[in-house]
């Protein structure tokens, strides 16, 4: 069957260091990753999208990285910093198809 | 969010009522979804629109039906409320060209006693 798997419900880490947050999939062969942030009580707001045939993306002080042999995305935030909580979801979509499948999402806590 | 808006942004209704909620944008985007949200459960696809006479069903459509009276507006019914359909609903959009790339409104938090 499919599944998207976030490595773990909840996430702390110390202010200043850099959160990894991870999201495997099986039997999907999708043709974009994309990681969303999640407040309290909101929508989820787009963050950063990669394509199958790229293996890293940046943005700012974001990173994706995308490694299809592996079935894995890792989500990496450097110098994180308290307004950096939230929950963070992937969400994949195959080659061919409109829809979006989302993770169930992991809660980052940074400490200050 | 400010171009996404979700109507009402709180419900709570009874067995068997009949409910519609509501979304607006001001993107301008052709593509329209509904999700709904449960905790542990993750974000699930109710029904999505390519364009006023473009509707599909999502992977969790019984129960509800939609209606795209313009290209701003979809709307989400439930035709006989149940329990089981207490959760986060969120509208979203995206433009044409990148399906990929989706702006949520704000939830409806529906709870049905």
């Known amino acids: 069957?499919?599944?998207?798997?976030?490595?773990?419900?909840?996430?702390?880490?110390?202010?200043?260091?850099?959160?990894?947050?991870?999201?495997?999939?099986?039997?999907?062969?999708?043709a974009y990753l994309q990681w969303y942030r999640q407040d309290p009580g909101r929508g989820p707001v787009f963050l950063l999208l990669i394509r199958e045939n790229e293996k890293e993306k940046r943005k700012e002080r974001l990173k994706v990285t995308f490694d299809t042999t592996l079935k894995q995305s890792l989500f990496h935030i450097t110098a994180s910093q308290p307004a950096d909580s939230a929950t963070y979801l992937c969400a994949l979509q195959e080659a061919g198809s409109y829809q979006l499948t989302f993770g169930k999402g992991t809660k980052l806590s940074v400490i200050p | 969010d400010a171009d996404v808006t979700q109507t009402p942004r709180n419900r709570i209704t009874k067995t068997g009522k009949r409910i519609m909620l509501e979304c607006s944008q001001t993107k301008g985007h052709d593509r329209m979804y509904w999700y709904r949200q449960d905790p542990g459960l993750g974000l699930r696809l109710i029904y999505y629109?390519?364009?006023?006479?473009?509707?599909?069903?999502?992977?969790?459509?019984?129960?509800?039906?939609?209606?795209?009276?313009?290209?701003?507006?979809?709307?989400?019914?439930?035709?006989?409320?149940?329990?089981?359909?207490?959760?986060?609903?969120?509208?979203?959009?995206?433009?044409?060209?990148?399906?990929?790339?989706?702006?949520?409104?704000?939830?409806?938090?529906?709870?049905?006693?």
């Open chain 2, 49 to 113: 629109s390519f364009d006023v006479k473009d509707i599909n069903k999502g992977e969790i459509s019984d129960g509800y039906s939609v209606s795209r009276q313009a290209q701003a507006k979809f709307s989400l019914s439930l035709e006989s409320a149940i329990p089981n359909q207490t959760a986060l609903y969120f509208c979203a959009t995206s433009p044409r060209d990148r399906t990929y790339e989706q702006y949520f409104g704000p939830g409806t938090r529906l709870t049905v006693t």
């Open chain 1, 1 to 30: 069957s499919q599944k998207i798997e976030q490595n773990s419900e909840a996430l702390n880490i110390q202010e200043g260091k850099t959160a990894t947050l991870t999201c495997n999939y099986t039997n999907y062969s999708p």
